[in-house]
């Protein structure tokens, strides 16, 4: 619904409950519910911290180039290690 390219670099924003999105190209967006709700995405009963979501769509917003390992245990680590979640061992 949000391709990557919609996006504001440097965006999102961390929410208490939800993820303010920022776009910036709203023509790439496929939506069904009402305009106003668009750029939020809320996170009440997701199974992942908000904070956590908005880092890392931060994130690949800002390195399109590791969009396509998104998934691996490789990358997962690699993020972990990047937004200071894990230590690296090594």
Same mark, same amino acid.
């Given at each position: 619904m949000f391709p990557w390219d919609?996006?504001?670099p440097g965006t999102p924003t961390r929410g208490y409950d939800t993820v303010k999105l920022?776009?910036?190209r709203p023509e790439l967006v496929r939506w069904g519910g009402p305009k106003w709700l668009?750029?939020?995405i809320m996170m009440?009963?997701?199974v992942v911290h908000p904070w956590f979501f908005a880092d890392a769509v931060r994130?690949?917003?800002l390195r !399109?180039?590791?969009?396509a390992a998104i998934?691996? !245990?490789e990358e997962f680590t690699r993020l972990l290690v990047?937004?200071?979640v894990l230590v690296p061992t090594s």
């Amino acid at each position: 619904m949000f391709p990557w390219d919609a996006l504001r670099p440097g965006t999102p924003t961390r929410g208490y409950d939800t993820v303010k999105l920022v776009v910036d190209r709203p023509e790439l967006v496929r939506w069904g519910g009402p305009k106003w709700l668009m750029r939020r995405i809320m996170m009440r009963y997701a199974v992942v911290h908000p904070w956590f979501f908005a880092d890392a769509v931060r994130l690949y917003v800002l390195r !399109p180039e590791r969009r396509a390992a998104i998934g691996t !245990p490789e990358e997962f680590t690699r993020l972990l290690v990047d937004l200071g979640v894990l230590v690296p061992t090594s």
